[in-house]
């Protein structure tokens, strides 16, 4: 009897708790309809009370937790960790294939009571010529030969079945699609006796849709095709091809939106002026020229027309998306990491001089006004690259809002019209990297140290005195607001 009670307090506590985190109202007469009936080991004291769901509306993340607590306390068995990896498929389709002609595949971890579909497409830049195909090949070969991938993948950020991790996508099917076509998921032609390699990234997406109308997503509401990085890129090239091949297949029922992270690049002049000799150092309008002829790169149809000759320019975020018929959420660091490589800013251990310094804080401008006419958007002033998988991708704001709040209120606007005070549209108008609080910690690239805010703008080569000046302020009321990461 003891240990009853002992029980029966501890679970009064977990529903006071979770009473509490929903806001203490019970007052709805439909939940009261549903009540269970009475507990049948009732322990005195414990109360029992209607929940009232309307109350957690704005503190989902902190609900989600408190109802996971209540399940483990109060059935123990639901504590031991569910197998919750994805498992790899290979395509049955075998003649969709890497570049090494090994099948593609993907990795799913299925959800049956939901009518959600994610399928993130992997990222990790590309290679455009025989030369620096064979590099990656030597270097990269996971990225080009499905010889080697493992049999399960975690879901982490916006693939977690976690709901403390991923509030509002966690319960959805999640598909994993790795990249091994190295072509920004763009080519469509097979190996054969005269190429060394296949690019069929376009084909292998058509493929997995395929395979995955027979699991259950001829059944789905909604299919978010995602990625970052070139698989960023990727959902912008392709967003529109998946929602033709399901409606001329008849799912007219599924609504198809994009999510595209650390894919939106400017073709813009590089700092210093390279020949495409790698990969890294070949500017990016060279580079993707080069591809598109070498992987035989499809584009959006739309797109096609308005370039026609040009299709590369469909390869670029801010000329691709006015072409677009699906809904696209834009996800993008105002200082992405990969956009300086490109354009030949190195930001390893010398200070940068002032003309890379004003380099970076007009590519930041540029890539405001590139974003502005795009409705649904996330871009903090931060250097950094990717984030809808990273384990902090909750962490980081903008002007208050969360990356899956702000996700989620896009869903809830392609439904109903925009709630109040449910942004979509975030971006930071600060002018400097990490200008931002929320920003990820940075870390020395020589000792892998934290560095603060002030110290990386230092070692960025910043200069207070001048930068007080130009913002028409107090270099002491600067330093105060670096200091407190403002």
């Given at each position: 009897q003891g240990r009853n009670d002992a029980h029966g307090t501890a679970r009064a506590f977990e529903l006071n708790r979770f009473h509490q985190a929903t806001g203490g109202r019970a007052h709805s007469r439909r939940m009261q309809q549903q009540q269970p009936p009475a507990n049948r080991e009732r322990v005195d004291g414990a109360e029992s009370f209607p929940l009232d769901f309307t109350a957690v509306e704005g503190n989902m993340d902190n609900f989600m937790v408190q109802i996971k607590n209540l399940a483990q306390s109060l059935y123990p068995c639901s504590a031991q960790k569910l197998d919750q990896d994805m498992k790899l498929h290979f395509l049955k389709n075998v003649s969709v294939t890497c570049n090494d002609g090994s099948p593609a595949g993907y990795y799913i971890k299925e959800s049956k009571g939901s009518k959600r579909w994610l399928l993130f497409l992997e990222g990790g830049w590309y290679c455009f010529n025989r030369q620096t195909c064979d590099s990656r090949y030597e270097t990269m070969r996971r990225l080009m030969s499905s010889t080697k991938w493992p049999l399960t993948r975690t879901g982490t950020g916006i693939m977690s079945p976690q709901p403390e991790e991923n509030p509002h996508w966690w319960n959805a099917n999640m598909v994993f699609i790795p990249y091994c076509s190295s072509d920004v998921w763009s080519g469509a032609t097979p190996k054969t006796e005269n190429s060394d390699y296949a690019f069929m990234g376009s084909?292998?997406?058509?493929?997995?849709v395929n395979e995955l109308l027979t699991k259950g997503l001829d059944n789905a509401k909604v299919l978010l095709l995602a990625g970052s990085s070139a698989g960023g890129t990727g959902v912008l090239l392709n967003v529109d091809h998946v929602a033709e091949q399901l409606e001329s297949q008849g799912h007219l029922g599924v609504q198809v939106r994009g999510l595209a992270d650390s894919g939106w690049f400017l073709d813009n002049k590089q700092y210093k002026f390279t020949d495409c000799l790698d990969t890294i150092s070949?500017?990016?309008?060279?580079?993707?020229?080069?591809?598109?002829r070498y992987w035989g790169g499809l584009v959006p149809e739309s797109c096609r027309q308005a370039h026609v000759g040009e299709e590369w320019n469909c390869f670029f975020g801010y000329k691709v998306y006015p072409t677009l018929k699906s809904p696209v959420f834009v996800v993008q660091w105002l200082f992405d990491e990969a956009q300086l490589t490109v354009d030949n800013i190195h930001l390893t251990g010398q200070p940068v001089h002032e003309g890379q310094w004003t380099y970076i804080q007009n590519l930041g401008q540029e890539l405001r006004s590139t974003l502005r006419d795009v409705p649904a958007m996330f871009a903090p002033a931060c250097?950094?690259?990717?984030?809808?998988?990273?384990?902090?991708?909750?962490?980081?704001?903008?002007?208050?809002?969360?990356l899956p709040r702000a996700i989620h209120c896009w869903d809830r606007s392609l439904q109903t019209p925009p709630a109040r005070g449910c942004p979509l549209h975030l971006i930071d108008s600060c002018p400097w990297p990490h200008c931002n609080p929320s920003c990820p910690t940075i870390r020395d690239q020589l000792t892998g140290q934290e560095m603060s805010v002030i110290q990386f703008l230092k070692h960025l080569g910043f200069d207070v005195q001048k930068m007080a000046q130009q913002q028409g302020m107090d270099p002491s009321t600067l330093l105060g607001m670096l200091n407190n990461g403002n």
């Open positions: 084909l292998i997406i058509k493929e997995v070949c500017a990016p309008t060279e580079a993707i020229k080069r591809g598109i250097l950094s690259h990717e984030l809808i998988t990273r384990t902090y991708w909750m962490d980081i704001q903008v002007k208050g809002t969360s």
